[in-house]
């Protein structure tokens, strides 16, 4: 697996499971149509049509993409920590019971811990190498076994 060479602020949220300021992350308030991918990895994580406005600060979602999102509870048992199946990069906590959506659901993620592909640049291309297919989707090779389920 290929890992994003990270910056200081990236380090402190993705791996020191650091938290962005609230109100200031560039997600928090975008709309637009695409897809949201892990920075470290590019696995896909969420779809934009599961974002939604939480008032909290922070980019909120209703549902993961399929198998995208691990959950743990945080040390003191307070709070779900959610990772990144693929490489484990911290993304931020989920949160169940709120009713902001049909779903009960919010995934409140940083911003640092995703960029967001546009529907127009999404771009898959399966390339076939000694009796193994990979799939390789906006630059980044993806796991044929899983690709159906991350488009």
């Not at 691990?70 to 009713?99: M, N, Q, W, Y």
């Amino acid at each position: 697996m290929r890992r994003r060479k990270l910056t200081q602020a990236e380090k402190l949220v993705i791996v020191d499971k650091g938290t962005e300021v609230p109100f200031t992350g560039e997600y928090d308030q975008f709309f637009e149509r695409g897809m949201y991918v892990c920075r470290r990895c590019g696995a896909h994580l969420y779809k934009s049509e599961r974002k939604f406005d939480a008032h909290c600060g922070w980019p909120s979602f209703d549902q993961e993409i399929r198998g995208a999102v691990k959950k743990a509870l945080d040390p003191d048992g307070a709070r779900t920590e959610i990772t990144c199946s693929r490489c484990g990069a911290h993304l931020g906590h989920v949160f169940i019971g709120e009713r902001l959506t049909k779903k009960n659901v919010r995934h409140c993620v940083n911003s640092l811990s995703m960029r967001f592909i546009p529907n127009s640049k999404r771009v898959s291309t399966k390339v076939r190498r000694d009796k193994h297919t990979e799939v390789i989707h906006d630059g980044v090779i993806v796991d044929a076994d899983n690709a159906e389920e991350k488009y």
